[in-house]
């Protein structure tokens, strides 16, 4: 009889150490839009933006351009954060440690940690937006990184954004993927060499409408996460089979990385989305129901925890562009497009669950686990129950 109870015991504890020992999903986030009377013609204020972002489930917000009272709101929270520095602040802190440190006297010492900040993006896409910055930005991101240690905090990472189409050569196939010239030896391969030297993440902007508007033989359930017979393309060099274009895109990245040195440094999704309307007339595609199920699509592949084929944890955090819709008027002929999840006046535009749980093996969330350890122990006991009987 003992030796029964014992083995089944012992393998009940087995089964509940392998469940506890599981790796969580990506953090979904948010990017919440540098709102100013340009953009928004009556801004929300901090507390409604704040609460919005919880009641939505989101675990993490994206800050496009800091702003102290913001933070402020969140103090006390479980949503975690990720500020941005102005692309104009960093060719003045690249000059000069003392700018760093004012900076983050602003806008991160009187909240961290009460504040859980874990990431400071120096610049924005600076390589698209500000490219006569880019000598700046290494320096700047070093700058931030001192001036953190110099003030005793070692738990905010330090790093900067990037475009898909901006840094990498080719989306398909992800084996064949580098880093553009000469913007890899100038700046890629340095700024990868300072990540992995400060456990830093890899900020990359990854938007499949935009691929997808470039390559036409794309189709567009393959953008969408649409799961069709078809729906596949083929990495012959890896043999991978890639069954959406995120994927592919992501592992794009993570093998310019590895062609550059660097294969396991993790990749952030700082902004990803679809838009659901466009200025432009034959933008046909950007509209409300395939915005609206680019993102379910998304969700529901974080939360399967399949991660990539490259990399099996896939992405650490993915955040959503963006809040709610910017009011901007066509400025220079240029075609605007909405992204937002909300309308301008903060309602929802969609109806989706944003919140992320832990994946365990198959079950989706805390509580599942909970459950389905309950049942196992519940079952084995009754399994040791029955053979003191029969013994």
């Not at 100038?186 to 935009?210: A, D, G």
């Not at 379910?296 to 099996?312: N, V």
């Amino acid at each position: 009889m003992s030796l029964c109870f014992w083995f089944s015991l012992t393998f009940t504890v087995c089964f509940l150490s392998l469940l506890t020992r599981s790796t969580s999903l990506p953090t979904i986030g948010v990017t919440f839009p540098a709102a100013t009377s340009n953009t928004h013609s009556k801004q929300p204020s901090r507390e409604q933006v704040a609460a919005t972002v919880q009641s939505l489930g989101f675990r993490s917000v994206r800050l496009e351009a800091s702003d102290p009272a913001m933070v402020r709101t969140f103090l006390y929270s479980n949503t975690t954060l990720i500020l941005t520095i102005p692309n104009q602040l960093v060719p003045v802190i690249a000059a000069n440690r003392s700018s760093a440190v004012q900076w983050l006297y602003l806008n991160v010492v009187p909240f961290f940690p009460r504040a859980k900040i874990t990431t400071i993006s120096v610049g924005n896409d600076l390589l698209e937006s500000s490219p006569r910055f880019s000598t700046f930005l290494l320096p700047a991101m070093r700058n931030i990184n001192l001036a953190l240690r110099d003030l005793g905090i070692r738990k905010i990472s330090v790093s900067t954004s990037f475009s898909f189409l901006n840094v990498i050569s080719t989306s398909f196939p992800p084996s064949s993927s580098m880093f553009r010239s000469p913007v890899l030896d100038i700046l890629i391969r340095p700024l990868l060499q300072f990540l992995h030297e400060t456990n830093s993440s890899f900020l990359v902007n990854i938007y499949p409408y935009n691929v997808y508007r470039l390559q036409s033989e794309i189709p567009i359930g393959y953008a969408l996460f649409q799961e069709h017979p078809f729906n596949f393309r083929d990495d012959l060099t890896t043999g991978v089979r890639y069954r959406n274009l995120f994927d592919m895109m992501v592992d794009a990245v993570i093998s310019a990385m590895a062609v550059a040195g660097h294969d396991n440094i993790p990749v952030i999704v700082a902004e990803t989305g679809w838009p659901s309307s466009s200025s432009d007339a034959s933008e046909v595609e950007a509209n409300p129901a395939y915005a609206e199920m680019y993102i379910k699509g998304l969700i529901g592949h974080l939360r399967s925890g399949l991660g990539t084929p490259l990399r099996k944890e896939g992405v650490s955090e993915i955040y959503i562009y963006e809040l709610f819709d910017k009011e901007e008027k066509n400025v220079n002929n240029q075609y605007e497009r909405t992204w937002g999840i909300l309308y301008p006046n903060m309602t929802n535009k969609y109806q989706i669950d944003f919140s992320g749980s832990a994946a365990i093996f198959g079950f989706g969330g805390r509580e599942s686990l909970e459950m389905a350890a309950g049942l196992f122990l519940i079952s084995a006991l009754l399994h040791g129950s029955l053979v003191f009987r029969l013994l």
